[in-house]
């Protein structure tokens, strides 16, 4: 019997602008059906050639396919897709084990969307709420958008990087209009700017430091699942290792910008005057980067930021505030034969996520730990085995300091408790002073016309948040789920709660969960 054609058994190919590609072959009638429903929304063509990914459909299956640095078949296992939503996360984890797969080669997704004008490639990157989508719907002629919510990364092996768009998945969720994007297309990288929303439109450069953090918290993004279900811990490095040497290559190859983003400006004007001047056959200088290399066993990492062994992890939440704040990149250097001190700063996995919280008290072979900003401890006990390091040091721009640990640390956490309660005592004071504040306010309204409230409504269809503003300072946030506005101090002086409009969360669909935390990120 002669072998059976491409048609036939379902097979498709998806061939990146350096030459990597990859042959989809399903087995079973479920998995044939994904391969097609895959390749209608990505505009993959019938092939008979490229790295094989095996594609099977399995009760019960939780397989995470493992990084391959040769020819080696990929082994793609999904869950049964007895729905829409089923069907659509079907697609999204085949896709995802593909983009993953380029890591050993230096390539990865971008929680971002791409813009192309005169044959090269933007990034338009942020998280979900900071308006990629409505940046990219706006952006004119001669300017076109390719895709408005992630973008995949390649090195092009001679210094430079393409991209490629992605889907956006959310569109197939809740009936949406789904969609096709041609991902096979590619567009050499100009620039990645980071958005964030503002009054008025600039954009200006940005650290190396502080670009290597904002662009690995954009791959866990929409990576993450990828590393989350791992439960290897040396394998779960190497992949931290490879994140982090893949982000420095790019942010020294690649301009990086932070695009600051009104709601009715002319944003891409600011874009084209940040851009470089570049020609057709301009080639980015800077170091070579790994390209089509394939990284075998990346040793510890060797980078500007980082001691050898030492492990990066980019902090979010507000746990540890205000010792750590959202996007800090920190140094963990893990204890060796050094033991655990109270006072530490120490980074340990919980079952969803990685944690980095102070020890509050070491009892035998067990450690009690708490965040600084939390008012209780962590419910479980943590075994000196289970503890990556202690956080030695935080970046943020082009700013290094040192986590203290021991005495030091006991010291610091006694310092940042009794300054929280100073504050909650300090809001409190204001609260009861209503009265005398609804005159003050009417005097500063009145004498600083500039210092009026502003209400800016941020959201998706399965997010919404009110932030008030007062001048170009963050005052408050309205927290939908316990309808209440949370004023900072010391502007409860200028502004009345009371008088703050609110807003409904919208309804979210039983199958989409929250938005779960990034790892290597850690709260």
């Known amino acids: 019997m002669p072998p059976a054609s491409p048609v036939d058994t379902g097979l498709y190919c998806l061939t990146l602008g350096n030459g990597q590609s990859w042959r989809l072959r399903p087995i079973g009638k479920e998995a044939i059906d994904v391969v097609r ?34 020819s080696a078949p990929v082994v793609c296992i999904l869950p049964p897709g007895d729905s829409n939503a089923m069907n659509v996360i ?14 050993p080669h230096g390539g990865f997704l971008v929680h971002g969307g791409l813009v192309e004008k005169d044959g090269y490639g933007i990034i338009l990157a942020g998280p979900g709420t900071v308006g990629k989508s409505t940046a990219c719907s706006r952006i004119p002629l001669p300017w076109h958008a390719l895709s408005d919510d992630a973008t995949l990364v390649v090195a092009d092996g001679q210094g430079g990087y393409l991209v490629h768009p992605w ?30 929303q503002s009054p008025e439109d600039r954009a200006g450069p940005v650290s190396m430091t502080q670009s290597t953090a904002w662009l690995v918290e954009s791959m866990h993004q929409v990576m993450g699942p990828q590393v989350r279900l791992r439960q290897d811990l040396p394998e779960a490095k190497e992949i931290y290792d490879l994140e982090l040497r893949a982000a420095e290559h790019l ?9 600051h983003i009104s709601l009715t400006g002319k944003f891409w004007e600011e874009v084209e005057r940040a851009l470089p001047m570049i020609t057709r056959g301009f080639q980015v200088e800077g170091p070579a980067l790994p390209g089509a290399e394939k990284l075998h066993h990346p040793g510890p990492v060797s980078s500007h930021i980082f001691s050898l062994g030492h492990i990066p992890i980019l902090y979010t939440g507000p746990s540890m505030n205000p010792v750590l704040n959202e996007q800090d990149l ?45 008012p209780t401890p962590d419910p479980h006990i943590q075994h000196p085995d289970t503890i990556l390091g ?31 309660k100073v504050v909650i005592t300090a809001g409190t004071l204001l609260e009861l002073a209503q009265p005398l504040l609804s005159v ?21 269809r399965h997010f919404r948040v009110l932030r008030l503003y007062i001048g170009n300072h963050l005052a408050g946030e309205y927290d939908t789920r316990k309808k209440y506005w949370s004023i900072r101090v010391p502007f409860q002086c200028v502004v009345d709660k009371g008088r703050l409009p609110t807003v409904e969360p919208p309804e979210r669909p039983a199958f989409l969960p929250a938005r779960p935390e990034t790892i290597p990120s850690a709260q």
Not at 90 to 103: E, K, R, S, V
Not at 342 to 363: A, K, M, N, Y
Not at 399 to 411: A, E, S, Y
Request: charged content about 20%; overall charge positive.
């Open 37 to 70: 429903r895959l390749a209608g929304v990505m505009t993959l063509s019938r092939c008979s050639q490229g790295q094989e990914v095996l594609v099977r459909v399995q009760e019960g299956a939780r397989h995470v396919p493992p990084l391959t640095c040769d």
């Open 90 to 103: 079907q697609m999204i984890n085949c896709a995802t084990t593909l983009a993953f797969q380029l890591l």
């Open 167 to 196: 889907p956006t998945w959310s569109r197939f969720f809740d009936n949406g209009p789904g969609g096709t994007w041609d991902v096979g297309t590619a567009v050499p990288l100009q620039a990645l700017f980071f958005l964030h």
């Open 251 to 259: 942010v020294r190859a690649i301009p990086v910008h932070l695009l």
């Open 330 to 374: 920190l140094d963990v250097q893990p204890y060796g034969d050094r033991k655990v001190r109270v006072g530490d700063v120490i980074c340990f996995p919980s079952p969803e996520q990685l944690v980095v919280h102070r020890v509050i008290g070491v009892v035998g072979d067990g450690i009690r730990t708490q965040g600084d900003n939390n």
């Open 390 to 420: 202690r956080v030695v040091a935080a970046t943020r721009g082009k700013v290094d300091r040192n986590i203290p640990g021991g005495n030091h640390g006991r010291m610091v956490r006694t310092y940042v408790r009794m300054r929280k």
């Open 440 to 460: 003050s306010r009417a005097i500063i309204n009145r004498a600083a016309p500039g210092m009026e409230p502003r209400i800016i409504l941020f959201g998706t």
